[in-house]
């Protein structure tokens, strides 16, 4: 992979922060609106789908819901043939997937709402390889964004101040910087530095922490591609699901909320596989056979920059993604979102484009209150869970979320005799449509009458 060259001039260039799923995205966005797009990453990128040491979490489950794999396949025409051919695993998520819900398990029953399970890393790698198709994209690596350029009065950024590999400060022009650096975002700090507040931050942390395993070969009873065993308020801190990837893998992961942490030694973590409300993880990996050691993981807070509240900020700069909002990962909601952020940037830009001319005078305002939008239902679903549990801190339930905690609980009773409702639960999870479709008259009706 061909470093990019440093741009001198920013007309028509733009610079993405951030190699990950959202600054890809966002960089395939920006290509139909620049001549020429620079991703600046800190590590060197891998020329196989392997981890990356900027992404400890890549060890993880990461899930790709149906909305974000719909989004993909908008920007990426053939992408899910694309995984299929790289041995990802197609997923029905009514067929293929057992679900102990809060309520009881879950019916299973062929459905439209499919997507391909694979690592992290397989998806990156697809991503930056389409990318890499396009001349106009570019990859500066080894290299890291250390503050941003601003005109004379700081009014614009005009582009960032970066290190290279070599330990050169270098000063790249670009005419729109995207922010895309995920959870460890700088931009706080670098508007800070030319004159600005940084935005209002609202932390919501349920102490939830993962511990993870690869296996190969469990045990031949398994007759799913994915199962969830859910924590359930307030009495079982305590879940696991399975869930399968290329090369034929799977992947393990524990779960426990308010600071129940699985443990990381093999005895520990099998004997907190039995313990959860199923023994049906246990059974599956008791005398599977691993691949990997076992990893961990716990910086899990949803944590939301309030971008779109800044009473000043400067033209040209944007931050999305992780970098903007990051969700509790156990909902599975960070990579769709990512991918709804980069489709808000897409509908802002053609706003903006008039002709042949280009002029950002605003953008930046109208896409953070568009994207504050846009994350406020995955905000709302995640934290509304996290906020089940006593130990959570960064608020209480009120009265109208607790409301909702009751009437969803009564939800997911009605699962196994309302199949029609379980399938609107599952398009709400994967962002095909809001939770408003859970209070549809019809639905009320059954909620009541089946869920007492």
């Known amino acids: 992979m061909n470093d990019s060259p440093i741009h001198v001039n920013g007309n028509d260039h733009a610079l993405v922060i951030g190699g990950s799923i959202a600054g890809l995205l966002a960089a395939r966005v920006l290509v139909d609106y620049f001549d020429r797009v620079t991703i600046v990453e800190r590590d060197r990128i891998p020329a196989q789908p392997i981890p990356r040491p900027g992404v400890p979490q890549s060890y993880q489950l990461h899930v790709l819901l149906s909305k974000g794999a719909q989004i993909l396949e908008k920007l990426f025409p053939g992408f899910a043939q694309d995984l299929a051919n790289a041995e990802a695993q197609k997923v029905d998520w009514a ?188 059974e599956a990996i008791k005398s599977a056979q691993p691949l990997s050691p076992i990893y961990s993981y716990q910086r899990t807070e949803n944590c939301w920059h309030h971008y779109e509240r800044m009473s000043r900020r400067p033209e040209n700069f944007i931050a999305l993604g992780d970098a903007v909002c990051a969700f509790n990962p156990v909902y599975g909601q960070g990579m769709t979102a990512a991918a709804l952020s980069a489709l808000t940037l897409d509908e802002c830009l053609q706003q903006h484009q008039t002709g042949s001319s280009k002029d950002l005078t605003g953008l930046a305002q109208r896409f953070q209150a568009k994207l504050a939008k846009v994350n406020s239902v995955p905000w709302l679903m995640a934290t509304n869970d996290d906020f089940r549990w006593s130990t959570t801190e960064g608020g209480k339930p009120n009265f109208m979320t607790r409301l909702l905690h009751s009437y969803l609980d009564k939800v997911s009773l009605t699962f196994s005799s309302s199949p029609e409702l379980y399938k609107v639960f599952l398009e709400v999870v994967h962002m095909l449509k809001t939770p408003n479709a859970f209070f549809q008259p019809r639905f009320l009706w059954e909620v009541f009458k089946l869920g007492r």
């Open 95 to 282: 067929a293929d997937f057992r679900w102990l819900t809060p309520g009881g398990w879950s019916p299973r029953f062929v459905s439209e709402i499919i997507t391909y399970a694979c690592t992290r890393n397989l998806l990156e790698f697809q991503l930056r390889e389409r990318l890499l198709d396009d001349g106009r994209v570019k990859f500066c690596q080894g290299s890291q964004v250390t503050g941003l350029l601003a005109n004379s009065d700081n009014t614009v950024v005009t582009g960032v101040q970066l290190r290279d590999e070599n330990d050169r400060e270098i000063e790249v022009l670009a005419q729109l910087i995207v922010d895309a650096s995920g959870r460890n975002s700088k931009s706080p700090k670098w508007l800070q530095q030319i004159g600005y507040q940084p935005p209002q931050k609202t932390v919501v942390n349920a102490f939830l922490g993962y511990a993870t395993r690869w296996y190969q070969n469990l045990s031949s009873n398994v007759d799913y591609k994915v199962l969830y065993v859910m924590p359930k308020a307030p009495n079982y801190p305590r879940g696991g699901l399975i869930y399968p990837a290329e090369g034929d893998r799977w992947l393990v992961g524990l779960v426990g909320v308010g600071r129940d942490y699985p443990p990381t030694d093999e005895a520990g973590f099998k004997e907190f596989a039995r313990s959860l409300r199923t023994s049906e993880v246990y």
